[in-house]
């Protein structure tokens, strides 16, 4: 059964950075574009950025855009979210998200970025 299991989250000063990891299984990694989605308190679910599963082509949201960074590793079947120049509004869990068939969300991790 496909399997996302996010990891990496914590509390982060304003213009810190930090990495958050999706480690996947249950199906063909290398084959499917992968997604981060974010939540933060009394929102709703917003789409951050993608990465095609073969070329690596990604996309971002403007409010993360030039700030944050997908990428992906297929032997490692993970997926990474390098988040710079943190500010306080990224507060949020973060999820991985990919449609195999329908969509997988993993359990989220925290991202706090606060003084």
């Known amino acids: 059964q496909v399997q996302l299991v996010e990891s990496g989250g914590g509390l982060v000063q304003p213009g810190g950075s930090l990495r958050l990891s999706c480690a996947a299984s249950?199906?063909?990694?290398?084959?499917?574009?992968m997604k981060w989605y974010r939540q933060a308190p009394g929102k709703e679910r917003e789409f951050v950025g993608s990465?095609?599963?073969?070329?690596?082509?990604?996309n971002y949201a403007d409010s993360v855009k030039g700030r944050f960074t997908i990428s992906r590793d297929n032997a490692k079947k993970t997926v990474y979210l390098q988040m710079s120049s943190l500010k306080p509004e990224d507060t949020a869990v973060y999820y991985c998200?990919?449609?195999?068939?329908?969509?997988?969300w993993g359990q989220g991790t925290q991202v706090t970025v606060s003084s």
């Open positions: 998200n990919v449609r195999v068939g329908r969509e997988y």
């Open positions: 249950g199906f063909i990694f290398s084959g499917y574009a």
């Open positions: 990465i095609s599963s073969s070329s690596g082509t990604t």
